[in-house]
């Protein structure tokens, strides 16, 4: 398939969350690629997203969902020395909110630093746990949104800075075997 052209940073955010619905439904099935409905999925989401007749949903439903998994690093899957890491690192811009909160070993979190959700993954060759991602990527969003930007052309998002790294959200994800909701088993 041809890259997908975008104009406007809306439609580069919402692509990459409509993937992200993709990939979480196919991963659900167990499925071993994408097929059509997978397709279909990102299709009417994006469509959805585009035309405001659909939303990313709350970070409220993340939040539920933090509180029933288990205490453990969130980028590990590690259970000892937990401390608190910021989703988007608080030195570029990130929230000192629960919402971008995420519990992480001190390895992990010493390890990522300041860096960017996504620009670490990237660095150490791997993709990161579907949920995880959800949660950055609507928080993402959410700042996009809060602060005007989603009608921002991609040429003027390209020069601007922002809490978190612009050209390492992913557009492209991985097959369905190759990714996990959870670091854990859920």
């Known amino acids: 398939m041809a890259k997908k052209e975008f104009t406007l940073l809306k439609e580069y955010l919402y692509w990459s969350f409509s993937n992200l619905a993709m990939a979480h439904s196919a991963v659900d099935k167990k499925a071993e690629k994408y097929i059509q409905i997978s397709y279909i999925i ?7 997203l585009m035309q405001e007749t659909m939303n990313v949903g709350s ?4 939040e539920r969902m933090k509180m029933k998994l288990p205490q ?17 690192p608080k030195f570029k811009g990130g929230e000192e909110s629960g919402d971008n909160f995420v519990w992480a070993c001190r ?19 791997t993709f990161p746990p579907l949920l995880l991602l959800r949660r950055y990527l609507k928080l993402i969003i959410d700042h996009c949104s809060k602060n005007d930007l989603l009608d ?5 998002a390209k020069n ?3 809490p978190f790294s612009f050209h390492s959200i992913p557009q492209v994800f991985p097959k369905p075997p190759e990714l996990k909701l959870w670091i854990t088993e859920i």
């Open 59 to 62: 970070i409220i439903d993340d």
């Open 152 to 156: 921002l052309s991609l040429e003027e």
């Open 107 to 125: 390895k992990c979190n010493s390890s990522k630093n300041r860096t960017d959700l996504m620009e670490w993954y990237n660095k150490r060759g």
């Open 160 to 162: 601007r800075t922002f």
């Open 72 to 88: 453990i690093c969130s980028y590990c899957g590690s259970s000892d020395n937990l401390s608190v890491d910021h989703l988007i």
């Open 42 to 48: 990102r299709a009417r989401l994006f469509k959805g």
